[in-house]
């Protein structure tokens, strides 16, 4: 069964400065990893995925993340927080359909970021 | 492109009503899915389907939940009879296959808040 995990329900930071949502992960075979955002109201947003490649994955609002195979962590980064940055973040894996993955993705349980002036 | 179109956006009912929840996914896309939302459980897949086609529904959580997709512009999630237990907001998504990686990238709609009294 494939899982993720964020280990922190809330992340505080200062605008300005560099932010990191953490996110590990487990399944079979090479992961589909991939981060959402969810504002308060709405559905949740695609930021970014990573599918192979280069492990530094760049995505919208500035917003990269970097797969850690021996980690098994994909963790979300920023070099500058805004305080418009605050929302929801999730986490989600799924296996490649070769090992049997189907189309499921799986979140994690979300961190709420908190960007402060 | 207008997105996901989910409806209603908020439904308050009472225990025991049939409640049905609605989604228009983005044209052209092949995958729809049904996903729950609650603080407790986080975000669950409840199903998916594939060009119509009911795929994986082992996460509904039981018989008083039913989803059908007649046609590929339009999904509905039947809860009946509801429990308090099912309030949540419950959100529609749908995706494209991207290439043989199958890495969808899911657009969710904003979402439908139920409370059942």
Same mark, same amino acid.
């Given at each position: 069964?494939?899982?993720?995990?964020?280990?922190?329900?809330?992340?505080?930071?200062?605008?300005?400065?560099?932010?990191?949502?953490?996110?590990?992960?487990?399944?079979?075979?090479?992961?589909?990893?991939?981060?959402y955002?969810q504002?308060?109201n709405r559905g949740l947003q695609f930021?970014?995925?990573?599918?192979?490649?280069?492990?530094?994955? #760049?995505?919208?609002? $500035?917003?990269?993340?970097?797969?850690? #195979?021996?980690?098994?962590?994909?963790?979300?980064?920023?070099?500058?927080?805004?305080?418009?940055?605050?929302?929801?973040?999730?986490?989600?894996?799924?296996?490649? =359909?070769?090992? $049997? *993955?189907?189309? #499921?993705l799986?979140? *994690? &349980?979300?961190?709420?970021?908190? /960007?402060?002036? | 492109d207008a997105g996901v179109i989910q409806s209603p956006r908020?439904? /308050?009912?009472?225990?025991?009503?049939?409640?049905?929840l609605r989604c228009k996914p983005i044209s052209g896309h092949d995958y729809l899915f049904w996903y729950r939302q &609650?603080?407790? =459980?986080?975000l669950?897949l409840l199903i998916y389907f594939?060009?119509?086609?009911?795929?994986?529904?082992?996460?509904?959580?039981?018989?008083?939940?039913?989803a059908?997709m007649?046609n590929a512009s339009f999904s509905t999630l039947?809860? @009946?009879?509801?429990?308090? =237990?099912?309030?949540?907001v419950y959100f529609c998504a749908s995706s494209l =296959? @991207?290439?043989?990686?199958?890495?969808n990238v899911l657009t969710f709609g904003a979402g439908s808040r139920?409370?059942?009294?």
């Amino acid at each position: 069964a494939q899982s993720v995990a964020q280990p922190e329900d809330q992340v505080n930071v200062a605008e300005g400065n560099p932010l990191t949502v953490k996110c590990t992960y487990s399944v079979s075979g090479n992961p589909y990893l991939f981060w959402y955002v969810q504002y308060p109201n709405r559905g949740l947003q695609f930021l970014l995925k990573y599918i192979t490649g280069d492990n530094l994955v #760049k995505g919208s609002y $500035g917003f990269e993340a970097e797969f850690n #195979k021996s980690q098994t962590s994909f963790h979300l980064k920023k070099p500058s927080a805004l305080v418009s940055d605050s929302a929801l973040y999730f986490c989600a894996v799924r296996a490649p =359909r070769v090992t $049997g *993955g189907g189309n #499921k993705l799986t979140f *994690g &349980t979300g961190t709420q970021l908190k /960007v402060e002036l | 492109d207008a997105g996901v179109i989910q409806s209603p956006r908020h439904e /308050v009912t009472e225990m025991g009503q049939e409640v049905t929840l609605r989604c228009k996914p983005i044209s052209g896309h092949d995958y729809l899915f049904w996903y729950r939302q &609650t603080m407790m =459980r986080g975000l669950e897949l409840l199903i998916y389907f594939n060009n119509n086609v009911p795929i994986d529904d082992s996460g509904m959580p039981e018989d008083r939940f039913s989803a059908k997709m007649p046609n590929a512009s339009f999904s509905t999630l039947k809860i @009946q009879p509801s429990e308090p =237990r099912d309030s949540a907001v419950y959100f529609c998504a749908s995706s494209l =296959r @991207q290439g043989n990686s199958g890495a969808n990238v899911l657009t969710f709609g904003a979402g439908s808040r139920l409370t059942v009294l």
